[in-house]
């Protein structure tokens, strides 16, 4: 059974960039059909999905983050990272990675997920 594990800071001031890195283990991430994705939850707000890369590199992202946004691996490392930049309060939320056996165009729907870290929460001070 594969494991996910988010790790970053937990508190980062606005304007800032936030680093989050999701670490698999039990299973590759170049291996094929899945998708390896970001998804955040504010307080209050249900999951909301931000990104996904490919098992051959291929990055999606949400459109409204696209332009903050930028997905990263490390096959060496079996590891995958969630840049956003210019933060504000309202990047405050869990951030979850998760995995997927889908198509691109249902990234988006956390239903299609079998596999989540636990989460990590990070909260962006004015």
């Known amino acids: 059974q594969v494991r996910l594990q988010e790790s970053g800071p937990g508190l980062v001031k606005s304007s800032q960039t936030l680093s989050l890195t999701c670490t698999i283990s039990?299973?590759?991430?170049?291996?094929?059909?899945?998708?390896w994705s970001w998804f955040r939850q504010p307080p209050g707000k249900g999951l909301l999905w931000m990104g996904s890369i490919g098992r051959d590199g291929i990055t999606y992202y949400d459109p409204f983050l696209k332009s903050r946004t930028s997905i990263s691996r490390d096959t060496t490392k079996n590891q995958f990272t969630l840049q956003l930049n210019s933060v504000t309060p309202e990047d405050t939320a869990v951030y979850f990675c998760a995995r997927a056996d889908t198509t691109p165009e249902l990234l988006w729907n956390d239903r299609a997920y079998d596999s989540w870290g636990q989460g990590t929460r990070v909260t962006v001070n004015p």
């Open positions: 039990d299973g590759s991430i170049t291996a094929n059909r899945f998708y």
